[in-house]
């Protein structure tokens, strides 16, 4: 039995696999792989695209969704082991992982970190739980990784990159560029990006306005190592004009300084210096035509421009409906 916790436990080929059965999908988006089939969907954070996607796949392939949240009719789960239990939590995640396996065929978890101490965010209790306790697949829907939104993001980039004739991704400029927001948020998705991008041979750039945002070292060396396996380099940067010279893709993402994970405080008078790292149509000038994405929610114009946004070369959209073509993907892959 195999998880999808993580695009480094799986192969570049084993992931090119899901993307060329996720684009057939798209192709022909009704059948039958999950007649029968059920996926439970624990969601302990807000959820637009992920719920949806993952709803709306399990039934086209014909099979069924249950949709759990602390707020919608599942116990507190505790997820601590040895835990005394005498606080909110009713249920340990040891009971909830072990009946779900025996009334569902995966389960799907969401559950980003507490934003109070990275040391112990980082760890990923949650999913890390689900998988060491669950007797059936376990997919990871956003935790401290999001790779549902890497393969989603790929295949948007394979596809267009393909349909315009401008050739394979491996050896084009990614850049992946922080962007100002009123709030610290999730590092998942730039670490995703910045493995991902790396992984299939692209010449990564990791464009931060300073050291405190550079990712975590071991997202830094994932991403290294790939690069190193693909004959590129990764970059880190903190010059705007320098990283976008030359870019083939941009992606706009904002995450909060791990020295000052959960002293919000701090951290915000220094976030608050770099609004100018919004991507707008001069920094978008100085790409190679580069396209441009966001995992969404996007706040316009703080994040990213409307005239950038809504222009021809973001591919935004097409990531989001991929979303759900390779989420179809992985659970065909993981119920065989």
Known sequence: ????????????????????????LKAKPFGDALKNKTIALLFLNNSLRTRTSFDVGARQLGGHAVVLSPSGGMWPLEFEEGARMDGEAEEHVKEAAKVLSRYCDMIGVRAFPKFQDWQEDRKDKILSAFAKYADVPVINMETITHPCQELAHI??????????????????????????????????????????????????????????????????AQAEKYSA???????????????YRG????????????????????????????????VDEKKMALTNSALVSHCLPMRRNVKMTDAVFDSASCVAYEEAENRLHVQKAIMKALIR
Request: net charge negative; aromatic share 12%.
């Open 247 to 278: 870019a083939d893709v941009v992606y706009a993402k904002s995450w909060g300084a791990l020295p000052f994970f959960g002293n919000w405080a701090e951290e915000k008078p220094i976030r608050d210096q770099y609004k100018h790292f919004i």
């Open 155 to 220: 295949l948007a980039l394979q596809e267009r990159f393909e349909r315009e004739g401008r050739g394979p991704l491996d050896g084009k400029k990614y850049v992946l560029t922080w962007t100002y927001h009123p709030k610290p948020l999730n590092t998942a998705v730039a670490n995703s990006a910045l493995m991902i991008a790396a992984k299939f041979g692209m010449a990564v750039t990791l464009l931060c306005p300073s050291k405190d945002y550079i990712l975590d070292e071991r997202y830094i």
């Open 1 to 24: 039995m195999k998880h999808f916790l993580n695009t480094a436990d799986w192969t570049r080929p084993e992931l090119q696999a899901m993307l060329d059965d996720a684009r057939a």
């Open 229 to 243: 396996d693909n004959g590129q380099a990764l970059t880190i940067s903190h010059d705007i004009e320098e990283a």
